[in-house]
């Protein structure tokens, strides 16, 4: 039988060190084999999916969740064929991106199926983290300078352009995302952000801090929550903080066993106490004034088009490889708000359905609490943000969080003081 605790493991690794290969790959091989070593993890999933889809026509292990995603498949499918454009080249990327949310549950109901070993997961994990973030510390406090030679020698610059984000670039060859410019408009310049050895991308790495910042909170691990929170900031990742303070209230509210009534009290508190800091950071912050609008247009817009503009026509991929439509027309930024104006009423509950199923999880131990928190912090983001859900690490988390039993009598784990043996 497959240990798909083992492969959950070199799975994280992988995603990890993806963006490194690709880079080696394209400047010492060709640029034409960036894709395949890209498409790796995709052609991982697809194999999950399809041996899912097998295992629930052979063995009737059809939930009514698994329903619900082949309707959702269905109607997608009638957006595909009725609605879409094929012949924009932004067509395939945003239709690959859609994907992420039902082949993240596909995915993850495989993992729950062939019995995923928690205890395995929750003893390997701890490792990945902390190479992760020594390496990040690493690459900002020892590799980096201010002529990027670090990541030029490794070859992003024919990276990105075997990707197609050549207009992304600065004149030193990295992406224009290494650097914040969130705080220009108090005279600063822009300040690098840390980009890791491991993901090499400061947007990506700075969204799945979220996940060990959580797992070390929950574990009581100092060490580990003190530098993965300072990576956290290095990231300079709002989307990042943000997923990370969801968890934080998630695993407040549900696990030191509030009252109903200082639950929300103290909901109520934080709203009143963020309100003025998001109101200025929307007003004073250009980033997050992109992000919001990316949201709220896309939704305002549902009332014309409940069906969507269909795929390829909204999003970052509209605005960077389609030509007849510009960045502004594009209004991507936030992924909910790229799912919405494609597919209309369909992103909405697609989006939903995934937070609700998720939601309703009942996490036994810290490594399944870690993996729902940290999940639905980024479904949260979401909102705000294309990039907090990606295929590179994201995707894996979520497929996790599908997994976790929803019925304390499966799988129980063994714990003994509290710890998982």
């Known amino acids: 039988m497959l240990n798909v605790s083992k492969v959950i493991i070199c799975l994280f690794w992988w995603m990890a060190f993806q963006d490194i290969v690709s880079m080696g790959v394209a400047k010492y091989i060709s640029i034409s084999f960036v894709a395949p070593v890209i498409l790796i993890k995709d052609a991982i999933y697809l194999t999950f999916s399809l041996l899912l889809i097998y295992n629930i026509a052979t063995e009737k292990k059809l939930i009514k969740h698994d329903l619900f995603v082949l309707f959702i498949l269905f109607f997608l499918s009638v957006n595909v064929f009725f609605i879409s454009d094929f012949s924009n080249e932004s067509f395939f990327p945003s239709f690959r991106q859609i994907l992420i949310l039902i082949v993240s549950y596909l995915v993850g109901r495989f993992f729950f199926i062939h019995q995923l070993k928690w205890s395995f997961l929750d003893k390997n994990i701890n490792v990945f983290f902390t190479v992760m973030i020594i390496t990040s510390f690493i690459e900002r406090f020892v590799f980096f300078n201010s002529n990027e030679s670090f990541f030029v020698a490794l070859g992003y610059k024919q990276f990105a352009e075997a990707k197609g984000f050549s207009d992304w670039l600065l004149g030193v060859g990295v992406s224009k995302s290494f650097y914040t410019y969130d705080f220009s408009i108090y005279g600063f ?9 491991m993901f090499a991308n400061p947007v990506i790495l700075g969204q799945f801090l979220a996940f060990p910042f959580i797992y070390f909170l929950v574990k009581k691990s100092f060490i580990g929550t003190f530098f993965t929170l300072l990576s956290l ?9 943000l997923a990370a303070s969801v968890g934080v209230l998630l695993y407040i509210f549900f696990r030191l066993k509030f009252s109903k009534g200082l639950q929300i009290f103290c909901l109520f508190f934080l709203f009143l106490a963020s309100l003025p800091i998001v109101i200025y950071l929307y007003i004073n912050i250009n980033s997050v004034f992109i992000h919001t609008n990316g949201f709220l247009h896309n939704v305002s817009n549902l009332v014309y088009l409940p069906l969507g503009n269909g795929i390829g026509e909204v999003g970052n991929y509209a605005g960077l490889f389609n030509e007849d439509i510009s960045r502004e027309e594009s209004k991507g930024e936030s992924y909910l ?15 939903l359905s995934l937070l609700v199923f998720i939601f309703k999880k009942n996490p036994q131990n810290e490594i399944q609490m870690s993996v729902q928190y940290s999940s639905i912090g980024f479904l949260i983001v979401a909102i705000f943000s294309e990039s907090a859900i990606a295929y590179t690490g994201i995707s894996l988390i979520l497929a996790l969080a599908i997994a976790i039993p929803k019925n304390r009598n499966c799988n129980p784990p063994q714990i003994t003081e509290g710890r998982l043996v």
Request: proline letters at 3%; a positive charge; one cysteine or more.
């Open 337 to 351: 708000g790229t799912l919405i104006g494609q597919l209309g009423l369909l992103g909405w509950i697609l989006w």
């Open 233 to 241: 900031l290095l990231c300079f990742s709002k989307g990042g903080i």
């Open 189 to 197: 310049e822009p300040i690098r952000r840390m980009a890791g050895i």
